[in-house]
Structures are given as C-alpha cells and as structure tokens.
C-alpha cells in the first residue's frame, strides 16, 4: 500500500468527513431548520448595511412574531461599513495564472482597473514582521501560513492575524498591496473573505484572500527563486455610517422581575455565499431551543433572543446592545455561532457559588455525548461586551469545527452543507441548558 503524503493524507480526510454532505441537500423539519432555509432562500447574502441585510431584519420581526414571542423590534443603529467592488487577480510573470480572490472587509481600493507590482512571498506572518522599514516599496505583499482543521477551531486565532494585522503591517513597511492564504482548512478553489483592521493613523491599502490551491501555487513558485508579479484589482471600498440593526425578542418569565437569560446569534453574513453555517443556523438553533425550553410550562425568567447586526464587520451589533442595555441586568448569556455541526462539550464561566448549576448542566448533557472540559466560556461575540460590562455568567456549547473553516467566509457557506440531524442535537441540547438556567433562582455575577 502506497504511503500518503501529508497533504494526500488531510484531502482524503477532508473528502471522508465531507462525503456525506455531498449532493442535493437533506431536507430538515423544526423551526431551526425553517430558519435556516428560510433566511438562505429568501434573503441570501446579507452584508451588514447592505439592503438584503434590511430586509433580513424585516423577514425576521414577521417570522419571530408568528412564533409567538413577545416585544419583537429592531433596534437600529449606524456604523462605518465596507462594500464590495470589482476583483481580480493575475500573476503575470513568471507564469501567468489566474488567481480565485477575495478582497477583505475595509481594504481600501485599488485605481480603477487595478495595479501591477513585483510579489513579495513571506511564509508567516513573523516573517513580514521582520522585514525592514520601507522594504516594500511599491510592492504587493504575500502571507502564507499553515492553518489545519481542527475540533474546537483553535488555528483560527493564531492563523487569523494574518488577516486582521498583516495588511496593517504591510502598509506599514511601505506595501502597495497585500494578499493572504485565505483563512480556512479546504483545499476548494474558494478564497476565504472577512474582515481586517488598520492601525490607528496609517494609510490602508488595497488587500485580499486567495484561495489555498492558489497559494500552494504560489508557494511552489517561490521555491524555484523567479521574481513574481501581481496584477490586482480591489475597488471595494469603506462606507461611513451605513445602516443596521439588532432585532430582539422575548419569551417571557413567570417573574419578570428577575433579570432575563440572553441567548444570540447574528442576522447578518458575508456576501460570497448565503450565511447558512454562518449564521443563519445559529439563529434557528436557539430560537428553536427558548420555544422548546417552554414546553413544560413557562420559565421563571426571560429568555431574550438577539438577533444581532453587523457582526461580521466589527461586532457592532454586540456593542450597540452592550450600551442600549447597560443599565439593565442580565443574569447569563449565551451565544451560537460556530456552525450546524453537533455539540460536542460544555465550559462555563460562573461564580463559585453556581458550581451546582454548572454541575448540573453537565449531568443533563452527559446523556448526549456532551462532555464537559476545561477553560472558561466566554459566551461569543455579540454577547462579548454586555457580559464584560456586567460579569455575566456564561455557558458555551462548543459545536464540532473540524469543517467549519472549510466554509466559513466563502461562496460555499450554503444551506446544502447544514446537516438537518446534527442541527437538531444542538437544539436537544440548547434546550437542556435553558431549560435549567431559566428556572435558576440564583445566578451570580462573575467575579
């Protein structure tokens, strides 16, 4: 038997674990699974600030209301945002190729039609660090790294700086442009976007993903030592003050008095595919979860939904939410946005007071393979700053990731990679979690 390679080795994992989300899409029933469909196939692509994003917010006050919650709104607000423009990308010496690419949020534009320059390959982002000052003059700037699959998704922040700092660090150096790996674990010819951010008082440039094979490209060329140029064009550009909103809604407790549990997700998506793993699932999962968890009877607290905008661009939904609410208890939160794929393990961040809660939580999700492991929750994204602002408590149900970087940011974020039964274990096992923390007496703050 022939020995494989590393990379033969990862693809034929990938195409295993991928073999049964191939073909036409298994149709699912429930709530989460019509929320899932429904925002895919009626709304699509829904960039922050972007009209698909409006009427997302309008399809989603129409759909929670006919599900009975109650105080269903959009809360607006406004944010400096990004659209795209014409892209494209060409090497054209020393071979020409024709790359798949991406621009990443908040790039700045190139000259209509594009700019041509000499390529500069780093294999890492340390290497870009230690270039020189000036050293990339009126050059295009390239990043490579080594980003796998992984359980819990942990290569996406130590691999991601390549895209949230390198441009920065690039513009910095002197680049005329810069362009990355894109983020991700497939070996599909689908660059990766999301956004990047500047360093205070520098100038942006123009900067995108390529997909992996492209890269590999570019790496084999590198090795053989012949200079390389880029033909690049990015002509998506900043946008002040576009329009967004946070839709919220509730189920409410049997003591409204009591402070409510806050459960998230966000509303609005990359505009390469239609947002099904990111995020539309996760926003059926614990809409679905808060109607299940009030089966038995009414909780005794709230259960709050938010439905957040403009995540994927800065978390300005979380941080509007964060200061419309900052003189309002809340008492926990939670969020889901990793994916459809099953919940696999349980952390939490509670006082020590709570340890009985959190243990039994564990014993409730215990039954479903659901383990619980070390490290602190930390309630995800749009949760982020209401929970630091307050101490909340924090639960994470940690979804399988193993392909959700394969998805996440590119055109194939679509319904038909959303599994209908392993969507429905988190919704099993959400509802387990709500139905014990809604009718928790005591949650403390977190010290």
């Known amino acids: 038997m ?13 195409l295993l674990s991928t ?14 699974w019509d929320i899932t469909e429904g925002l895919t196939t009626e709304i699509g692509q829904r960039l922050a600030g972007s009209d698909r994003e409006a009427a997302a917010r309008d ?12 105080n269903v709104r959009i809360e607006p607000f406004t944010f400096d945002g990004w659209v795209r423009g ?4 060409s090497l054209t010496a020393p071979y020409p190729h024709k790359l798949a690419i991406a621009a990443l949020g908040y790039s700045a534009p190139t000259p209509k039609g594009g700019i041509t320059a000499p390529l500069v390959y780093f294999p890492t982002l340390d290497a870009l660090k230690a270039a020189p000052d000036g050293s990339l003059k ?13 359980q819990d998704g942990a290569g996406y922040g130590p691999y991601g700086a390549a895209r949230r700092q390198g ?5 910095a150096r002197g680049a005329a442009g810069m362009v990355i790996r894109s983020i991700g674990t497939d070996w599909q010819r689908n660059p990766h976007t ?18 992996n094979p492209d890269a590999d490209l570019i790496a084999r060329i590198a090795k053989r030592g012949k200079p390389m140029t880029l033909a690049l064009q990015l002509e998506g550009r900043p946008v002040p003050k576009l329009p967004s909103g946070n839709v919220i809604a509730e189920l409410t407790g049997r003591d409204p008095s009591l402070s409510p549990i806050l459960i998230a997700c966000h509303l609005d998506s990359w505009d390469l595919g239609t947002g099904a793993f990111d995020d539309a699932a996760g926003c059926g999962i614990i809409t679905e979860a808060a109607l299940a968890a009030q089966k038995q009877g009414k909780p005794l607290r709230t259960i709050r939904v938010l439905w957040a905008g403009a995540e994927e661009v800065g978390v300005f939904g979380g941080a509007a939410y964060a200061e419309a609410h900052k003189n309002e208890p809340h008492a926990l939160g939670m969020e889901s946005d990793f994916g459809a794929d099953k919940v696999w393990r349980v952390q939490f961040n509670f006082a020590p007071s709570n340890a009985a809660l959190a243990d039994r939580i564990a014993a409730a999700l215990a039954p479903m393979g659901v383990v619980r492991t070390g490290g602190k929750a930390n309630g995800g994204a749009d949760v982020g700053a209401i929970a630091k602002a307050q ?15 394969d998805l996440h940011h590119t055109p194939d974020d679509t319904l038909d990679k959303v599994d209908p039964v392993q969507l429905a274990q988190n919704v099993t096992a959400w509802t387990a979690v709500l139905g014990i923390v809604a009718n928790a007496t005591e949650i403390a703050p977190v010290e």
């Open 2 to 14: 022939l020995k494989l390679t590393t990379r033969a080795a990862a693809l034929s994992a990938l």
């Open 19 to 32: 073999a049964a989300f191939a073909g036409p899409p298994t149709e699912g029933s429930g709530v989460a």
């Open 59 to 70: 399809w989603a006050v129409v759909r929670l209301k006919a599900l009975g919650f109650d």
């Open 86 to 89: 014409p892209e494209s990308a």
């Open 138 to 150: 009126g050059k295009i700037a390239f990043i490579d790294h080594a980003m796998r699959a992984a």
């Open 167 to 171: 441009p920065s660090i690039a513009a």
């Open 194 to 211: 999301g956004a990047t951010s500047w360093t205070k008082d520098l100038t942006a440039i123009p900067a995108g993903a390529i997909s």
């Open 391 to 405: 101490k909340l408590a924090m639960v994470d149900l940690g979804q399988d990731g193993t392909r959700y970087f």
